[in-house]
Nanobody, 114 residues
Framework: VQLQASGGGLVQAGGSLRLSCSAS????????SGWYRQTPGEQRELVAG???????HYADSVKGRFTISRDIRANTMYLQMNSLKPEDSALYYC?????????WGQGTQVTVSS
């Protein structure tokens, strides 16, 4: 499985970004998957994800602001991020759980200026 994340960038507080993650070798429609983020010196944390039963879950810090979605035909997962805050700045990773292990994209940097 290979995951390719894109869409990060520099945005002012209150702005929006949409992250994309395209997959090859695995299908988002059949797998638990999600978006994680990490800042230097901190552990990687779950931002939003799909359970295997396709229900979604979000970190409390992003509820009401971020939306995770998937385009099954395009085999792509998205993270729409609205009302961004400086504390959302991080390296964002997409993830897929398949065949008993996690697969990770390369990360895309999101920087929110105040």
């Amino acid at each position: 499985v290979q995951l390719q994340a894109s869409g990060g960038g520099l945005v002012q507080a209150g702005g929006s970004l949409r992250l994309s993650c395209s997959a090859s070798g695995g299908r988002f429609g059949y797998s638990a998957s999600g978006w994680y983020r990490q800042t230097p010196g901190e552990q990687r944390e779950l931002v939003a994800g799909f359970h295997a039963d396709r229900t979604t879950h979000y970190a409390d810090s992003v509820k009401g602001r971020f939306t995770i979605s998937r385009d099954i035909r395009a085999n792509t997962m998205y993270l729409q991020m609205n009302s961004l805050k400086p504390e959302d700045s991080a390296l964002y990773y997409c993830q897929m759980f398949r065949n008993g292990r996690d697969y990770w994209g390369q990360g895309t940097q999101v920087t929110v200026s105040s």
